[in-house]
Nanobody
Framework: QVQLVESGGGLVQPGGSLRLSCAASGSAFSRNVMDWYRQAPGKQREWVARFYNDGWTSYVDSVKGRFTISRDNAKNTVYLQMNNLKPEDTAVYYC????????WGQGTQVTVSS
C-alpha cells in the first residue's frame, strides 16, 4: 500500500520560491499518475497539478507558468517547484496518486506573506 509524506513547505515572501517533495512508499510508485492538491483555510481542497506516466503534465490555470511538477522514480518522489509565489498560494499542499488513496498524508504548509 502506498503511503505519502509531503515536505518542503514554509514561509516565503511574495515572489519567492519553494520546492515541495512527496515521498511515496510502495514498489508501484512509478506506475501511478501523481497529483498535487492544496487546501486554503476555509476552502475546499483544490487540484493543482498532475504528472502523467508519459511525462505529460497539466496544471490549474492559476499556477500555469509558475509551478512545475516533476518526479524521480528512482527516489519514489514527486516534486512541485513553485516560483513567483503569491499570497493566494497560501495553503496546505498534499500529493496523492490517481485514483486518490483514501488516506491522505499530513500535507505541508505553504505561507506566502510579507
Amino acid at each position: 500500500q502506498v503511503q505519502l509524506v509531503e515536505s518542503g513547505g514554509g514561509l516565503v515572501q511574495p515572489g519567492g520560491s519553494l520546492r515541495l517533495s512527496c515521498a511515496a512508499s510502495g514498489s508501484a510508485f512509478s506506475r501511478n499518475v501523481m497529483d498535487w492538491y492544496r487546501q486554503a483555510p476555509g476552502k475546499q481542497r483544490e487540484w493543482v497539478a498532475r504528472f502523467y506516466n508519459d511525462g505529460w503534465t497539466s496544471y490549474v490555470d492559476s499556477v500555469k507558468g509558475r509551478f512545475t511538477i516533476s518526479r524521480d522514480n528512482a527516489k519514489n518522489t514527486v516534486y512541485l517547484q513553485m516560483n513567483n509565489l503569491k499570497p493566494e498560494d497560501t495553503a496546505v499542499y498534499y500529493c496523492n496518486k490517481v485514483p486518490p488513496l483514501p488516506k491522505w498524508g499530513q500535507g505541508t504548509q505553504v505561507t506566502v506573506s510579507s
